[in-house]
């Protein structure tokens, strides 16, 4: 699904991965929140709405081929934007829940000068995270990460342990713990991706 911008006009890409359950329709229309002149929005749809079945803390195997379906599908939507002439580090990634989960492990295994990453409720996938298994170079590319303390789908921990690979990936890391959030998005977090968004138009 796409929205704002014409990608033949656009500037800045902005490419939603929606959660499990949950639609392109909901995440495009929640970039409403940080809406920018200029900004192409698009966001590829899972199949039957799930990207793959178990909890992204189970064994990688048992997420296939869902999970690598998924990484294709933001790869091919990255083209997409780079294809109609935005130049790559105007094209940032966002993911909430099951697509921040998504979209932190596309961009960890595809390190390069994206726009920025916004891992919403998420990250990376696998019942271990595995330093040795992540290399490149970010080249200090913005990487918010932003999630409850107490969320019932995503351990504090794996946070922690994604906002490690991302540093070490040379990415410029903020996290984000919310106390007693919950499974969600809140201000703050708009917040931050606004900036984010706006510091690309620019």
Not at 42 to 70: C, D, H, I, M
Not at 78 to 97: K, N, Q, Y
Request: hydrophobic share 40%; with cysteine; charged share 20%.
């Amino acid at each position: 699904m796409t929205a704002g911008a014409p990608l033949d006009v656009a500037e800045v890409a902005l490419v939603l991965v929606h959660g499990r359950g949950a639609t392109a329709q909901s995440i495009v229309q929640m970039a409403d929140e940080f809406h920018q002149d200029g900004v192409a929005y698009l966001a590829p749809q899972a199949a039957r709405n799930t990207w793959y079945p178990n909890p992204f803390t189970a064994p990688v195997e048992s997420n296939e081929p869902g999970r690598t379906s998924g990484l294709q599908a933001i790869d091919d939507t990255v083209s997409t934007a780079t294809e109609a002439g935005i130049p790559l580090d105007r094209v940032m990634v966002l993911g909430f829940s099951q697509g921040a989960c998504l979209a932190s492990e596309f961009v960890a295994r595809n390190p390069t000068r994206y726009g920025g990453l916004a891992v919403l409720s998420g990250g990376l996938i696998g019942n271990i995270v595995d330093q040795d298994d992540y290399d490149g170079d970010l080249e200090g590319r913005p990487v918010f990460l932003g999630c409850s303390d107490v969320d019932p789908h995503i351990p504090e921990d794996r946070v922690h342990e994604s906002a490690a690979i991302f540093e070490q990936l040379n990415g410029d890391v903020t996290k984000r713990l919310y106390e007693g959030m919950g499974h969600g998005i809140n201000q703050d977090e708009i917040d931050q991706v606004s900036t984010m968004v706006a510091g690309l138009v620019e």
